[in-house]
């Protein structure tokens, strides 16, 4: 007996428990929405809008106000899927309710709505809806309401896109939902803009009594970017449009990927978002992405920063060949990582933009001799240079060559291109006297070999050596070959003894340096034109290793059957060894045998016509191997 | 007097508890009419009944310079009063809102009455009418004996309480209401309500 009591008092707690936990969970509800029993027929409901909410300051101008209201339709229909759609027909004068005048209105009303801040009249038969008006009014309990267009609402103030989003889905069907986020649930504690996004229960609600369009899950769309670019300073203003922006609190807003601080920017409608201040950016395109409870979307290369105007001054060197190749610099300002240069149409190889001022790249092919223009486009910029470089089909070019100081007769080749046979040519080779002086020049092995006439005059005082050469004065049967890279004339240069190693001295065509003067030309076998050809300096590099005279074994400076006698007795009689086995290395092989020996015997005395370089002077042996030379 | 002692101080508890259970559910606020919790609504509401919805008559009429509207007039019996109109007299509730033949007009924000429905009403004057105080959140269903009030998620009596709870309640806000006035500071019910619904 005395345990029953107890029982009695924990079955009692136990029911207590159980009913305080049936009690006290708010029921979570999948589908809350509910519905009032009416719906519009095709799917559609018309309405038109009274701006006249009195508080400009705070509601905004009527412009403003009926941009807000829109946005409460939109979302019904930019944020669902829903097969439904209000359509705005304009302004209207009225603000009362009125089932039978035709005129669906969204109103402010100068009436006190009692213990109502809006309300919704939906008005039909059987079941089906003919008309609606929304009412937001004035004061509630004679206490004033201040509507609120923009930004969270502060106290005492109510959100007219939130509260028209609520009302418009009373107005097409929906009553108050159960579920707490949604916005047509009943109760709106401590929410205010959050009210303008609906909850996927409003979207359940609307797209069971309308159904679905065959369109994809609702997303936040920008449609344009105004302006499309703006200066890399920043600080400018940039307007978005779309679909389904939110709030700004809902918002984040993204340039190039770097969020975008919201005092920059604001959320102005449900499609329209402003950029108060841009922030400042390297020239070029950027992305823009807006992400929002909605979704997010981004948009590549949206808009653009550019500095002051680029523009191209100037291109170096203004001529090429035709073949294209060679590097150039373009030169100019507000040149920026996204400028494309073109030279005759064709973009520039290689282009690397140095920096603002500076374009290096390599000349594309041209399609044809002659000047062209060159281009720089950036973004919507575009820069040209009429005729600012010139496609050249004739060449003259000096070779690259070494040789150590005190070396002789070092060769610099010099070659021609030409797209035809040439009758003629003059060119003057120009060098620094100071560090070597020419000795002669053949045109021996080469197109020119043939040449009836050949002058040479070489003025090492003033630096230069002038060439001319007249294949066959008397008419056109000996012509210069067209080709590329053909042997004209080997100019031979003495390098001085005293001329310093890493010297590299340029092997030119300036012909204004002899006297007289040599005007650089080609006289064409075709129409008998001279033509100036395109000049590709050469050089000579003064370097620090061992001249010496191949085939010069004993070293006694000249070529004889004693160097023949001297190698043998090195080979076979154990004679002494030679201080430059380059030298004895008649033939460059390498080695030091009996081949070598041979070689010299042919050219000493059975017509061999040279030998490797260095030759016919002295100079460093141009070709690795094992070998050296002590000299 | 000891089990006497106890017996009351399970009473308080119980009471407590019910007092608990209703104000609990008075989270739930009306999207656009003014939100109220239990307490407010008592304080605001000249009469609050318990009775049967005896007729319901639907009429156009003026709406008070907002043009014509339907109105349903809820006639109301009232069995029990917890303020206000008596028991035996009736009391007559106007709804926006109603239907006229097949012709009907909705208002989401006014209480939906049932013919023979038993309820629970807060009521108070507006536009020269009696309406349910806070329209929708003013009207609730009582079961037929009288012992359970049917609440709502969306209403400020939140869930199914009983009635002796929300008397409980109903008793406290009023009696607070009074010190209220009697200490001067006229209408904290309305200002806290406004307050509310000014933070939404």
């Known amino acids: ?200 229960d409003d979207r359940a609600g609307v797209e069971s009594l309308y159904s679905t369009r065959a369109v994809g899950e609702p997303a936040v769309l920008i449609s344009s970017v105004t302006p499309e670019s703006g200066p890399n300073t920043g600080a400018n203003e940039v307007v978005l449009e779309g679909l389904n922006f939110t709030y700004d ?185 100071l560090i070597v002086q020419a000795t002669r020049a053949v045109t021996d092995g080469g197109g020119a070999a043939a040449a009836e006439f050949v002058g040479v005059n070489v003025q090492n005082d003033l630096g230069v050596t002038q060439v001319e ?80 005279l191949r085939g010069d074994a004993n070293g006694d400076t000249k070529r004889d059957v004693s160097d023949v006698i001297f190698s043998l007795d090195f080979l076979f009689k154990g004679g002494p060894g030679a201080s430059c086995d380059d030298a004895v290395d008649s033939n460059d092989d390498g080695q030091i045998d009996i081949s070598d020996a041979i070689l010299l015997l042919g050219f000493l005395f059975q017509g061999v016509e040279s030998l490797p370089a260095p030759y016919p002077g002295t100079g460093p042996d141009p070709t690795p191997d094992a070998i050296g030379c002590e000299r | 007097m000891p089990g006497s002692t106890k017996k009351n101080r399970r009473r308080l508890t119980l009471a407590a508890f019910a007092v608990w259970s209703v104000t609990l559910g008075a989270s739930s606020l009306p999207a656009a009419v003014l939100p109220y919790t239990l307490p407010l609504l008592a304080q605001k509401s000249r009469h609050i009944i318990v009775g049967e919805v005896v007729a319901l008559e639907c009429y156009r009429a003026p709406f008070h310079g907002l043009g014509d509207v339907i109105f349903t007039d809820v006639v109301i019996r009232v069995e029990r009063s917890l303020k206000g109109a008596a028991a ?32 629970l009403v807060f009521a108070r004057d507006y536009q020269g009418a009696l309406w349910a105080t806070g329209w929708h959140q003013g009207k609730y269903s009582v079961d037929r004996d009288g012992s359970t009030v049917h609440g709502d998620p969306k209403l400020p009596i939140g869930r199914d309480v009983s009635l002796a709870a929300v008397e409980e309640e109903v008793r406290r806000a009023m009696a607070s209401a009074s010190r209220s006035v009697g200490e001067g500071s006229a209408g904290p019910a309305q200002a806290a309500a406004k307050q509310e619904g000014a933070a939404r």
């Not at chain 1, 949604?182 to 609906?198: C, E, K, N, Q, W």
């Open chain 1, 1 to 200: 007996m005395s345990r029953r009591p107890l029982l009695s008092h924990r079955r009692r707690a136990l029911r207590a428990v159980a009913v305080l936990f049936v009690v006290g969970i708010p029921p979570t509800a999948a589908s809350g929405f509910e519905l009032i029993g009416a719906s519009w027929p095709d799917h559609a409901a018309t309405f038109w809008i009274n701006p006249n909410f009195p508080e400009e300051a705070l509601a905004g101008s009527a412009d403003r106000q009926i941009e807000l209201i829109l946005c409460g339709a939109a979302a019904w229909r930019d944020q669902t899927r829903a097969d439904f759609q209000f359509i705005y027909k304009g302004t209207t004068n009225r603000s009362s309710f009125n089932s039978r005048d035709g005129v669906n209105i969204v109103a402010w009303s100068a009436a006190d709505g009692g213990d109502a801040l809006a309300a919704t009249i939906v008005a039909g038969d059987k079941g089906v809806a003919t008309a609606f008006d929304v009412l937001f009014f004035d004061t509630t309990n004679n206490e004033t309401n201040h509507w609120s267009s923009s930004g969270e609402p502060a106290p005492g103030q109510l959100d007219i896109v939130g509260v028209a989003t609520h009302e418009l889905g009373h107005a097409l069907g929906l009553n108050h939902s159960a579920t707490q986020q949604a916005t047509m649930f009943a109760s709106v504690s401590g929410r205010g803009l959050p009210l303008r996004t609906l909850h996927s």
């Open chain 1, 249 to 433: 609190a809902d918002t984040q807003l993204l340039v190039d990927e770097t969020p975008l601080s919201n005092t920059r920017w604001s959320v102005e409608t449900c499609s329209r978002l402003r950029v108060t201040s841009m922030p400042s950016h390297a020239a070029g395109l950027v992305s823009l992405r807006l992400v929002n409870t909605i979704g997010s979307v981004t948009i590549e290369d949206a808009y653009r920063y550019v500095g002051a105007s680029p523009r191209i001054l100037a291109v170096n060197p203004v001529e090429g060949p035709l073949t294209g190749g060679i590097s150039v610099t373009i030169t100019g300002e507000n040149l920026a990582a996204d400028a494309v240069v073109t030279i005759g149409g064709q973009a520039l190889l290689d282009a690397v933009v140095v920096d603002a001022a500076t374009i290096e790249g390599r000349v594309p092919a041209g399609a044809a001799e002659g000047p062209v223009d060159v281009q720089l486009e950036q973004g919507t910029e575009v820069s040209v240079l009429d005729d600012a470089f010139t496609y050249n089909p004739y060449l003259i070019l000096a070779s690259d060559t070494k040789a150590p100081p005190g070396a002789t007769d070092a060769p610099a080749r010099v070659r021609v291109s030409s797209p035809v046979a040439l009758q003629a040519m003059a060119f003057a080779l120009s060098y620094d006297p």
């Open chain 2, 88 to 119: 035996g007299t009736e009391i007559r509730i106007q709804v926006l809102g109603g239907e006229i033949g097949t012709a009907f007009q909705h208002c989401a924000e006014s209480p939906r009455f049932v013919k023979g429905e038993k309820v």
């Open chain 1, 469 to 548: 050469i007249v294949m066959d004065p008397d008419g056109d049967a000996i012509v210069f070959p067209a080709g590329d890279d053909v042997l004209a004339a080997t100019v031979f240069l003495d390098v001085l003894p005293n001329a310093v190693p890493g010297t590299v001295v340029p092997l030119g065509f300036d012909g204004s340096r002899g006297v007289p003067p040599v005007e650089l030309s080609f006289t064409r076998e075709t129409d008998g034109q001279k033509v100036r050809p395109l000049v590709l300096p050469g050089s000579l590099e003064v370097v620090d290793e061992p001249s010496f």
